[in-house]
């Protein structure tokens, strides 16, 4: 049976801050790259696949390692691959701030967490390895924490585009029905190549277990779309925005 804190983590009324970013939606509707449905549908395909490579070798080994130092490495590689893109990084901070207070707040395996990480040196809290990582401290399945954030990512982007007037709120839940099948597939796809490539790559077998974490991670974490970059880099220079 699913786990009904699964059901609590996605409702819109957990209050984990993943509907304040528009992951470039915005930049898009503003610059006119997104104008129509149609055009959310594509803008929404081209965000998951990028979400997807970017993050989700990151939860799966902060998932599966599922140790303080391991999440420390994590953490240290998604601020180095999101240090060219400072709108994404600030999100990512926030969202995994925001996401942190409030599993604390709501689950009792997670409650000391928040005291725990603000001891480790450098640690960002970065949403993609704290997710992972509180999911794996509350036992829920490694593959339903993949499908959940990625289904996050498509109600944030929903959301905002409802906000944005882009599409009226009935049909953007025809809109979500229609990816959320799509994405098993979308995941099996980039773990697929992600597990092709590290096969052509040499092992990195000298390095100590954690450091292998962080290399293996910051390998996987692949920008799958350039356009997607510059539109969240430049969301803090329109001249008004909701975001």
């Known amino acids: 049976a699913m786990d009904v804190r699964v059901w609590q983590i996605a409702d819109s009324s957990f209050p984990a801050g993943t509907l304040n970013h528009s992951l470039g939606l915005e930049t898009a509707v503003q610059s006119g790259r997104v104008h129509s449905v149609e055009d959310l549908k594509l803008f929404i395909a081209e965000t998951l696949h990028s979400q997807c490579c970017l993050f989700t070798s990151t939860i799966v080994s902060a998932h599966q390692h599922n140790t303080l130092a391991a999440l420390l490495e994590l953490d240290q590689a998604c601020e180095a691959t999101l240090a060219s893109n400072h709108v994404a990084r600030a999100a990512s901070i926030a969202q995994g701030r925001g996401f942190l207070t409030a599993s604390s707040s709501a689950f009792e395996p997670v409650s000391n967490l928040k005291k725990q990480l603000r001891s480790l040196p450098h640690f960002h809290f970065h949403f993609p390895p704290l997710f992972g990582f509180i999911c794996a401290q509350l036992g829920l399945q490694l593959e339903t924490v993949k499908s959940l954030f990625l289904f996050l990512t498509l109600r944030s982007v929903l959301s905002a585009a409802v ?72 969301h803090d220079r329109l001249q008004s925005r909701l975001f």
């Open 163 to 234: 906000r944005l007037g882009v599409c009226g709120p009935l049909e953007g839940q025809g809109v979500q029905a229609k990816f959320a099948t799509e994405l098993q597939g979308l995941r099996t796809n980039v773990e697929q190549k992600n597990k092709q490539r590290q096969e052509e790559e040499e092992e990195w077998e000298w390095m100590d277990d954690d450091r292998q974490v962080k290399q293996a991670a910051t390998f996987e974490m692949v920008s799958s779309s350039p356009i997607l970059d510059l539109l969240q880099g430049s």
